[in-house]
């Protein structure tokens, strides 16, 4: 039996100390390839944003900021 079958659920979730690998991982369950370039970006912004600790990012919020790569995005 898993976790699952008893409706318990595994989330990621990212933060400020996350890393290349995790946000590359949240991009492969979206079906999202994306550059190293593309990556860096993601992890300066998620830095920026993880540092409200009761902000938690989604994989929405990839989503959203990568529309904007290669140009800056407000805070």
Do not use: C
Request: aromatic fraction near 12%.
């Amino acid at each position: 039996m898993y976790a699952g079958f008893m409706g318990e659920y595994h989330s990621f979730v990212l933060g400020k100390h996350s890393g290349r690998s995790a946000v590359q991982y949240m991009l492969e369950q979206e079906g999202i390839e994306a550059g190293s370039g593309e990556i860096k970006f993601l992890l300066e912004r998620l830095r920026l944003v993880g540092e409200d600790p009761k902000r938690v990012i989604h994989s929405a919020d990839l989503r959203r900021w990568l529309q904007y790569y290669p140009a800056e995005l407000p805070i």
